[in-house]
């Protein structure tokens, strides 16, 4: 089977690059596989604007010449994405191919709707040429199916962890828990509304009120409505400048970011980040036995339920935060009830093979709606 993949693959790293990446990895083994890349990110404007030019090409060749039996697409929540996005839908509108459109962002709907209404009208249009919409979660596919196009054309497939060495893979070896220092983690983009500027000042808060702790910060700038990814990296360093407890790492990826979750007892994100959907990093933290903490927003309490396998936070409540450490600072038992659950529960429904086999089952229209 021939099939058309379109979407982002790692530089940068992110949970949708990494979920593409996989996807196309699993694709490659069964089918005849055409990638075409959507990122147009340059630091040139002339090479930026070729890029563009390079993605209209091998659309247009892919109809001509490739003629595709499945189009896997990866859609934007942007002016400019949505414009790439319907090109590709325009090309193939009379076509006899399958198209699946992967969704990632939590804010398409908003996007959508902040729309100028004749720009609308097209989109939904040739939303509805459709044939399979991919959501994260059950509230995200109830929130897409509000709209027409979307109405009995999506499918859940969840996010997963990625595969690791052979020796973090053992299921039943609890995670020991000893207190002092309790050790946090920070897995994720750094940029103010991810909430990390948020969890050092609460790691100020437990320093002041005598509770041992550790803080590893690990993560690449990226930007937001506050701060670019530049001055988001440089407002932590200086931060954090003098704070013994808080260390910022950086980009971690592979080995390092499994040994540095495994040798972690809480994993925090407290997030309010517009495109917020169900992390990757959340998934693989509760795969390594972290305790989560998170924020009562979005689609995270699909995933994080309060009490079972960590705790929800109000978005930018520090106190909340401060609170919720101690409480498991205070209660090793219940860590070790939750820590064992999430790494059971993150084998059974998160794992990347499982996630490769349902896109491979979308592909061949077996996967049902």
Do not use: W
Not at 76 to 102: A, F, P, W
Not at 159 to 179: A, G, L, S, V
Not at 195 to 221: C, E, M, Q
Not at 295 to 320: A, E, W
Request: hydrophobic content about 40%; proline content about 4%.
């Amino acid at each position: 089977m021939k099939v058309l993949t379109i979407g982002s693959s790692p530089p940068p790293i992110d949970g949708q690059s990494l979920a593409f990446k996989s996807a196309v990895k699993a694709l490659k083994l069964s089918h005849d596989i055409l990638e075409v890349q959507t990122s147009f990110r340059s630091n040139n404007f002339v090479h930026s604007v070729f890029l563009v030019f390079v993605y209209i090409f091998k659309v247009l060749k892919s109809k001509i010449v490739f003629r595709p039996d499945v189009i896997y697409f990866v859609c934007s929540r942007t002016l400019i994405g949505s414009i790439r996005d319907l090109l590709l839908l325009i090309v193939y509108r009379k076509s006899k191919s399958l198209i699946i459109n992967h969704i990632h962002g939590s804010n398409l709907i908003d996007f959508i709707d902040k729309t100028p209404v004749f720009y609308k009208k097209i989109l939904l249009y040739y939303y509805s040429r459709i044939d399979i919409n991919v959501a994260l979660s059950e509230s995200m596919k109830l929130q897409l199916e509000t709209l027409q196009p979307f109405k009995n054309k999506v499918v859940i497939v969840h996010n997963f962890y990625e595969d690791m060495p052979d020796r973090f893979n053992i299921k039943d070896e609890n995670k020991p828990f000893n207190p002092l220092p309790i050790k946090l983690v920070y897995l994720s983009g750094i940029c103010t509304t991810k909430g990390v500027f948020d969890l050092i000042k609460a790691s100020v808060n437990l320093s002041d009120r005598g509770i041992r702790h550790t803080l590893n910060i690990a993560g690449k700038g990226i930007d937001d409505a506050f701060l670019s990814a530049i001055d988001a990296e440089k407002k932590v360093i200086s931060s954090i400048d003098k704070l013994e407890s808080i260390k910022y790492l950086g980009l971690v990826t592979g080995l390092e970011k499994y040994e540095l979750l495994n040798n972690s007892h809480v994993f925090i994100l407290p997030s309010y980040y517009d495109s917020e959907a169900i992390p990757l990093s959340i998934i693989e933290a509760m795969r390594m036995g972290c305790v989560i903490i998170t924020t009562n927003y979005k689609y995270l309490p699909d995933l994080v339920v309060h009490g079972v396998n960590g705790y929800l936070v109000r978005i930018k409540s520090i106190n909340d935060i401060v609170d919720t450490i101690i409480n498991i600072y205070s209660n090793p038992l219940e860590f070790e009830k939750i820590s064992a659950h999430n790494k059971t529960y993150a084998i059974k429904h998160y794992s990347e093979s499982a996630y490769k086999s349902n896109i491979i089952k979308l592909i061949s229209n077996d996967y049902s709606i």
